[in-house]
């Protein structure tokens, strides 16, 4: 079950009703776990966390997700056909450049040059 937790600034007795003009509008910014969420925000989330942000912020983030996206079913895919995950990264490269004391990351390859088709025909070295 995913928990959902609620936060508020007020409390009301006039559960979906409004009384007085401007009464429940509040239009200041709330604090959530250190996060600003400011009137406007669009807030969304899963067992995996919560997203808050607005509308420019979201749409400015989406092609990088988008490819984050298209990045993990490649992943998946060549997992599927039995070539390890490790062996989709710079591991090798990454681990002799750590042992010489150099600067590296571990990241993925260039996953779109990688083709999946077979384990026999799979080369991702």
Do not use: W
Not at 59 to 83: F, N, P, T, W, Y
Not at 112 to 120: H, S, Y
Request: with cysteine.
């Amino acid at each position: 079950d995913l928990e959902c937790f609620a936060y508020s600034t007020k409390i009301t007795p006039y559960a979906g009703t409004v009384q007085h003009v401007g009464e429940g509008v509040d239009a200041s910014s709330v604090q959530c776990a250190g996060v600003t969420v400011n009137p406007g925000d669009i807030i969304f989330g899963d067992s995996d966390g919560v997203l808050c942000g607005s509308a420019d912020t979201f749409s400015a983030c989406l092609h990088d997700a988008e490819h984050i996206v298209a990045a993990e079913q490649r992943l998946m895919e060549g997992m599927k056909v039995g070539v390890s995950l490790h062996s989709m990264t710079n591991f090798d490269e990454h681990f002799a450049a750590r042992k010489e004391g150099l600067e590296s990351s571990l990241t993925f390859k260039d996953l779109r040059t990688v083709k999946f088709t077979g384990i026999d025909s799979v080369e991702v070295s």
